[in-house]
T-cell receptor
């Protein structure tokens, strides 16, 4: 079963509007972290925002916020006031077992959502 | 700080040739990672190194070897390249293997003919 599911291969949003990119995850581990990365056409991976499973509040970073619904196992990224420069691929990722002392705890990525911002 | 650097940026190989992708970070991070990115597949972990002197297999390690040369450098070697290894390769690092954030290099585009 996929650990990270991003159901929207592509999204369009009007400039200055808000957009939500969906991400659902699958884990039985109580301690995990959720990440969003942006990949513009130039190819680099840019870290946007992080949410820990024990964090009480939803993470926010500037125009980015994470709508974390633990019971639903969803971690949707909300981008407010979209800009043309937000056009990119967006990847949701998860790391399990944050507080274990041993073992492999790699990042697992979803397949991404391509966001296109229209002027 | 340069962050995470990768060389080369682009490489074309013939089937059966070997090559080493280089990665270095100047953030004093303990953990380093190699991913490959294929269209429609997202990023998949090839190998990682939790700390200097250790390496572990990821999701897709076959056909690759790695060396954690020192704390700064983590190389990925293809001993006998195959067309299926055509991909974009990303190196990343984090403070430790439980660190909150991984920082990525610019990527290496590899084409195997």
């Amino acid at each position: 079963a996929q650990k990270i599911t991003q159901t929207q291969p592509g999204m369009f949003v009007q400039e200055k509007e808000a957009v939500t990119l969906d991400c659902t995850y699958d884990t039985s581990d109580p301690s995990y972290g959720l990440f969003w990365y942006k990949q513009p056409s130039s190819g680099e991976m840019i870290f946007l925002i992080y949410q820990g499973s024990y964090d009480q509040q939803n993470a926010t970073e500037g125009r980015y916020s994470l709508n974390f619904q633990k019971a639903r196992k969803s971690a949707n990224l909300v981008i407010s006031a979209s800009q043309l420069g937000d056009s990119a691929m967006y990847f949701c990722a998860m790391r399990e077992a944050l507080f274990r002392n041993s073992g492999n705890t790699p990042l697992v990525f979803g397949k991404g959502t391509r966001l296109s911002v229209i002027a | 700080n340069a962050g995470v650097t990768q060389t080369p940026k682009f490489q074309v190989l013939k089937t059966g040739q070997s090559m080493t992708l280089q990665c270095a970070q100047d953030m004093n991070h303990n953990s380093m990672y190699w991913y490959r990115q294929d269209p429609g597949m997202g990023l998949r972990l090839i190998y990682y190194s939790a700390s200097e002197g250790t390496t572990d297999k990821g999701e897709v390690p076959n056909g690759y070897n790695v060396s954690r040369l020192n704390k700064r450098e983590f190389s990925l070697r293809l001993e006998s390249a195959a067309p299926s290894q055509t991909s974009v390769y990303f190196c990343a690092s984090s403070v430790d293997d439980k660190g909150e954030t991984q920082y990525f290099g610019p990527g290496t585009r590899l084409l195997v003919l």
